[in-house]
Each structure stands twice: as C-alpha cells, then as structure tokens.
C-alpha cells in the first residue's frame, strides 16, 4: 500500500484479479506502462498492471529525464514521428506543467555552413512544432530556436568562452523532473478510474487457448502466492 500526498491511496488487492476478467493486462509499472493503464483506463476499459519491483525502478528511473520533439529524427526525414513526438511534448506539459518544464539547449556553430544547415533544421523542427496535430485543450508552445552571437553564447554557458566557435543556436525541448513520481501520478490516476495496479508483482507463465493469449500467471512476489488473471 502506498500512500500520496493528497491521502489517495493505492491499495494492493491481488485476489481482486482471481475473481476478475481484465480488457488489457499490462506487464511492467515504468513510465510506459504507467501511461497505457492511465489511458486505457479512462477511456473506460477494465485494466490491470502487474510490476516484478517497485514502479519505475529499472529505465525509467534512470532516463535522461527528456520529453523530447524528436529532433534527431529530422536527420531521416522522418516527419511524421517528430509532428507526433511534438504533439506528445506539448500533451505532457498541459497534464504535468510541475514536473514538465521547458529546458533550452545550446549547440556552438563553427562555421557559417554550419550554422545554415543547423538552423535550417531547427526551423523545421519550430515550424513541426505550430504545425503538430491540434489537441482539445489549450497547450503551450516552447519558444522559437534563436541564433547567439560569439559573446552572446559565451555569456549565456561561460565555458564556449574558452572555444572557438562562431557563436551558438538555442533551441528548447522539455525536462521530465523526477520521471519515478510521473509515473506515480499516472498509476494512481489509472487507479482512480478503476484499474487494479500491483507492485512486487512478477509474471511467471502466459495461459494461453492455442496461439492466442487469453491471460497470464503470477506471484505475489511479498508472500509467495500465485495468482492467475483472465485478460
């Protein structure tokens, strides 16, 4: 059981899922399962969560802390899952602005080539970015990317004072701070709207009715016991 700061609390109730037939059995409580639970069960499908550990403990607690546009997909031409990466950014800082910020980058340009092809592509990634699926709500655009000069640059990060570069570009994307407590929101979130989320939780054998998976089974990983779910 597990408490949050506004007195909800999660309860582990994993008998409650030998009784039950669950839409959607999710293996693994990090970020990404998290917002599947959280998702699905708002849009009112039975939902079940099962975690070997504690949540968010393995990649997800030890991310780079990035909600990132999908810049570097632009080096592939890959429109369509940076219009969809941007869409995901701006979702996130509507649904969590206190722990989704905005964070700028610099990047030093050497040359003028340099700085051309660079600023060509981040202003495709800003005009992605105006250009992104609308959403049903209103969310915050990050700034546009900005050219610095030598000096400009050097007195915004002092150490390209001491490199030769032409100046810099700065250009924003988002910072997740503590990716464990989104992740946490997300889970008691998907709680509220009726999901069944176990920690300590471990799968040991899909059940399955021919080459189609109907469930799964597993042990309650604080007494041993085993239990099975119908998904």
Not at 35 to 44: E, S
Not at 49 to 66: N, P
Not at 143 to 160: F, G, I, N, Q
Not at 183 to 203: D, F, K, Q, S, V
């Amino acid at each position: 059981m597990a408490e949050a700061n506004n007195g909800a609390v999660l309860r582990r109730a994993p008998d409650r899922l030998d009784r039950q037939d669950v839409d959607i059995l999710i293996v693994g409580g990090g970020a990404t399962g998290a917002a599947i639970a959280w998702d699905a069960a708002l849009r009112g499908y039975t939902v079940a969560l099962i975690e070997k550990g504690d949540f968010a403990q393995a990649t997800s607690g030890a991310s780079s802390k990035m909600i990132h546009g999908g810049l570097r997909y632009l080096a592939n031409l890959e429109i369509g899952l940076v219009r969809e990466a941007l869409r995901e950014r701006r979702i996130w800082r509507h649904a969590a602005p206190h722990l989704v910020t905005p964070l700028p980058f610099l990047i030093p340009t050497s040359g003028w080539i340099d700085k051309l092809v660079l600023r060509v592509g981040l202003g495709l990634y800003d005009l992605l970015s105006l250009s992104a699926p609308k959403l049903p709500f209103a969310a915050p655009h990050l700034p546009r990317h900005s050219a610095l000069s030598r000096k400009e640059a050097a007195a915004t990060e002092p150490v390209l004072a001491g490199i030769a570069t032409r100046g810099a570009l700065r250009y924003y994307d988002c910072q997740m701070h503590m990716p464990e407590r989104l992740a946490w929101e997300m889970l008691r979130g998907a709680a509220e709207a009726g999901a069944t989320i176990l920690n300590y939780a471990e799968l040991t054998a899909f059940r399955q009715n021919g080459r189609q998976i109907t469930g799964a089974e597993f042990i309650d990983r604080l007494n041993g016991r085993p239990h099975t779910v119908n998904a």
